[in-house]
């Protein structure tokens, strides 16, 4: 008799870049990788930080793996906390160039698709069991426009047009304390809390049908 395997979820982590030797989406998505959580296993995977080769990197992922929960996750230097990110955006400004020399400005995510999409994740659910386990959090309207939101959008866009039933959205982490120390101090967290930041966020999004509704946004 064959066992049945357990659906997937895929979590992705980014190569570091910027200069920096490493990057804490890349440790969270190997530390996690293989883990059970709600009946479900989790593949991590990292994406190259580079326009040309971030997108094609995750549908090989999608069309192997045919997850039931993607959440992709990627650095976000200065940020104090977990940065759950609502809305993507069909657009790439880069302000630097990615790990290819490659520097797209003012150009579309992908050509005559929507201007953008909210995150099919449970956000809000996600935010308030990060907040009562003491894990700084917040919701975040802007996933910046680098290889990030760009895998984002992609993200959204192949969920929305090919798996429509498959949640998915990203979250980005602050840097780890090592990093922060190489930037006067920037905010940061230690790996250990961002990987059960990210742990209780995919068991959330698996065990919740219907987010939360109530007020986190922000005035400015």
Known sequence: MTATLPPKVLLTGFEPFGGERTNPSLE????????????????GAVLPTAFAGSLPALDVLLARHKPRLVIAV???GGSAGISLERIALNLIDARIADN???QPVDVPVIARAPSAYFSTLPLKTMLRRL??????????QSAGLFVCNQVFFALAHR???????TR???????YLPE?????????SMELADMIAAIRLCIETALTTRDDAHYPAGTIS
Do not use: C, D, W, Y
Not at 31 to 42: E, P, Q, Y
Not at 131 to 140: E, F
Not at 159 to 165: D, G, I, N, S
């Open 28 to 43: 969270i998505a190997r530390a996690l990788n293989g883990k059970r959580i709600a009946g479900h296993r989790v593949v």
């Open 74 to 76: 990627g650095q976000a």
């Open 100 to 102: 290819a020399g490659a």
């Open 131 to 140: 907040t009562a386990a003491g894990i700084p959090a917040a919701l975040s």
């Open 159 to 165: 969920l929305a047009t090919r798996a429509k039933r």
């Open 168 to 174: 998915g959205g990203f979250i980005h982490v602050p």
């Open 179 to 187: 990093q922060a120390a190489r930037h006067g101090a920037a905010p």
